[in-house]
């Protein structure tokens, strides 16, 4: 079964920007979300698979809500939960703001 993220051949999300960006990330939160996920992978808290799984599992109207760093915020907060680093809502993306 195909996933929201698996649109080869799909029309109709126009065109692609192909566009050089210079910026990693263009907000605060972005660079903290990488963090996170860079330390989380190095305490081998879940593996690259796993992340790319919980990233293709997320639900399609959010995913293709999402901002490419808001699928990993969602992404990470799943797989926290799911082993049990985090209890359900723990992690609010409100805070990754302040």
């Known amino acids: 079964m195909a996933r929201i993220n698996d649109v080869g ?3 109709g999300f126009g065109p692609v920007d192909t ?3 210079s ?7 972005e660079a903290r979300v990488f963090g996170i996920w860079n330390a989380l992978r190095g305490q ?3 593996n690259l698979n796993e992340f790319r799984d919980a990233i293709e599992s ?3 109207r959010e995913y293709l809500a999402a901002s490419y760093y808001e699928r990993w915020f969602l992404a990470i907060s799943d797989l926290l939960e799911r082993k049990g680093v985090l209890e359900p809502g723990e992690l609010d993306r409100d805070e990754l703001d302040g």
């Open 19 to 21: 566009a050089d960006d």
């Open 9 to 11: 051949g799909v029309e």
């Open 58 to 60: 997320i639900p399609p």
């Open 23 to 29: 910026e990693p990330f263009h907000a605060d939160w």
């Open 44 to 46: 081998q808290i879940f």
